[in-house]
């Protein structure tokens, strides 16, 4: 059967038989479908996708309408489920991805804020104080090096870091009301 006429269009015989093939198939190949995806709309979309791509290799005769077999096109229905189920799930990670990242990012701006606050801080302390923080928190040195490295004994760098840490809480304390006076003036700034 010559299944192309001489305009290019798919030849009556062909027409029928094909129609035929796809009102016999196309049911248990949809059922089969929303079996493996459990969603009717997805089902639908890859079997008639099936058809479509079908009829495309036919017409480029790629494919001969008297060798498709039901196996064949049930193959191409289960390959294509797995495929739109392994897009989605690329979507969906995708989309996970942009959250955690968006999270991230968050995570980094407050970061940097308290950052920021706490450089103030520090800037506020007497000099000695603040290379002792500086020399503990920020360096990560243990007491005995600060001690060695500013050149006073080791109770003095215990004296300082317990006087700056007093004075980094009061600091605190008063940021601290101050950002909730102003949220109290200020409520909408403060809402999503």
């Given at each position: 059967?010559?299944?192309?006429?001489?305009?290019?269009?798919?030849?009556?015989?062909?027409?029928?038989?094909?129609?035929?093939?796809?009102?016999?198939?196309?049911?248990?190949?949809?059922?089969?479908?929303?079996?493996?995806?459990?969603?009717?709309?997805?089902?639908?979309?890859?079997?008639?996708?099936?058809?479509?791509?079908?009829?495309?290799?036919?017409?480029?005769?790629?494919?001969?309408?008297?060798?498709?077999?039901?196996?064949?096109?049930?193959?191409?229905?289960?390959?294509?489920?797995?495929?739109?189920?392994?897009?989605?799930?690329?979507?969906?990670?995708?989309?996970?991805?942009?959250?955690?990242?968006?999270?991230?990012?968050?995570?980094?701006?407050?970061?940097?804020e308290i950052s920021d606050e706490l450089h103030y801080m520090l800037r506020k302390l007497d000099?000695?104080?603040?290379?002792?923080?500086?020399?503990?928190?920020?360096?990560?040195?243990?007491?005995?090096?600060?001690?060695?490295?500013?050149?006073?004994?080791?109770?003095?760098?215990?004296?300082?870091?317990?006087?700056?840490?007093?004075?980094?809480?009061?600091?605190?304390?008063?940021?601290l009301s101050i950002w909730c006076f102003v949220s109290l003036l200020f409520p909408m700034v403060y809402k999503n």
């Amino acid at each position: 059967m010559d299944i192309i006429t001489s305009d290019g269009g798919f030849s009556d015989d062909f027409r029928d038989a094909f129609e035929k093939f796809y009102n016999d198939n196309y049911p248990p190949l949809y059922k089969h479908a929303k079996h493996i995806l459990d969603d009717e709309v997805a089902a639908k979309n890859v079997v008639g996708g099936v058809f479509a791509d079908l009829l495309s290799k036919l017409r480029e005769r790629t494919l001969d309408m008297r060798k498709i077999e039901i196996t064949y096109v049930k193959a191409c229905v289960r390959n294509a489920c797995f495929d739109y189920y392994n897009k989605k799930k690329r979507e969906q990670s995708s989309q996970t991805d942009i959250a955690k990242m968006t999270r991230l990012e968050v995570d980094f701006t407050i970061e940097k804020e308290i950052s920021d606050e706490l450089h103030y801080m520090l800037r506020k302390l007497d000099p000695t104080l603040r290379m002792t923080m500086e020399l503990l928190y920020l360096q990560e040195m243990d007491h005995a090096s600060v001690a060695a490295v500013m050149n006073v004994a080791l109770p003095t760098v215990y004296a300082r870091k317990k006087r700056a840490l007093k004075i980094l809480k009061e600091l605190y304390r008063k940021i601290l009301s101050i950002w909730c006076f102003v949220s109290l003036l200020f409520p909408m700034v403060y809402k999503n």
